[in-house]
């Protein structure tokens, strides 16, 4: 089992910027697909982004973050990050880290095993 704790979420104005960070410990990482959901008060959780461990496959973005957001990774540090750049109002929601052993990158949540407690980011018009 890997504990999960996200970082850096705040309140930013329309159009700023923010990066999350996604903190891994108790097992390296370097073998887990990593993703990034979201949860909106009154909608349910949804898909941002994923990265794989393996270079083949590489990242996955959903469309409304396309562009606009970056998913990468630091195995030596054992940590994801998210960045979130041109935010919007309708980008504000919790944010959660989670992880999968696979190379995989499914956007379906309950196909992760470990996530974090989330990260609250609030976007102001």
């Known amino acids: 089992q890997v504990q999960l704790v996200e970082s850096g979420g705040g309140l930013v104005r329309a159009g700023g910027s923010l990066r999350l960070s996604c903190a891994a410990s108790g097992r390296p990482v370097s073998t887990y697909t990593m993703a990034w959901f979201r949860q909106a008060p009154g909608k349910e959780r949804e898909f941002v982004a994923a990265?794989?461990?393996?270079?083949?496959?590489?990242?996955y973005y959903a469309d409304f973050v396309k562009g606009r957001f970056t998913i990468s990774r630091d195995n030596a540090e054992n940590t994801v990050f998210l960045q979130m750049n041109s935010l919007k109002p309708e980008d504000t929601a919790v944010y959660y880290c989670?992880?999968?052993?696979?190379?995989?990158?499914?956007?379906?949540?309950?196909?992760?095993?470990?996530w974090g407690q989330g990260t609250q980011v609030t976007v102001s018009s």
């Open positions: 990265i794989s461990w393996s270079a083949i496959s590489g990242v």
């Open positions: 989670a992880a999968r052993v696979s190379q995989a990158m499914p956007t379906t949540q309950n196909l992760y095993n470990d």
